[in-house]
């Protein structure tokens, strides 16, 4: 599975970006997505993520109600709409996969979950 991330850049507090990701190797979207996000001098934070199958979302507490996770699996794909962004959400944002069907739904806000990343797009939001 290979992942890469594309979409980032500047924006003001209070706009909009929308990241994605082309997924190769995920034939008709078996394995859940996610997206993390890490900061200078900070560890990786948990975004959003998606199960296959029924698509639930998943996200994080700092991101909830202004970002929403997609996917399009016919175009192999998976998006991160971030609205009323913040200068606190600036970080560069990855795109990863579980590599597998079947993930418990606690398992998909940890990195260690996910066996295939994207190499990270940036996003800087200025005040």
């Known amino acids: 599975v290979q992942l890469q991330a594309f979409g980032g850049g500047l924006v003001q507090a209070g706009g909009s970006l929308r990241l994605s990701c082309s997924v190769s190797?995920?034939?008709?979207?078996?394995?859940?997505l996610g997206w993390f996000r890490q900061a200078p001098g900070k560890e990786r934070e948990f975004v959003a993520a998606?199960?296959?199958?029924?698509?639930?979302?998943f996200y994080g507490d700092s991101v909830k109600g202004r970002f929403s996770i997609s996917r399009d699996n016919d175009k192999n794909g998976v998006y991160l709409q971030m609205n009323s962004l913040k200068p606190e959400d600036t970080a560069v944002y990855y795109c990863?996969?579980?590599?597998?069907?079947?993930?418990?739904?606690?398992?998909?806000?940890?990195?260690?979950?996910?066996?295939?990343w994207g190499q990270g797009t940036q996003v800087t939001v200025s005040s």
């Open positions: 990863a996969s579980t590599g597998a069907r079947n993930t418990i739904n606690s398992a998909y806000r940890r990195s260690s979950t996910y066996s295939y």
């Open positions: 190797g995920d034939t008709g979207g078996r394995h859940g």
């Open positions: 998606m199960r296959p199958g029924d698509g639930n979302r």
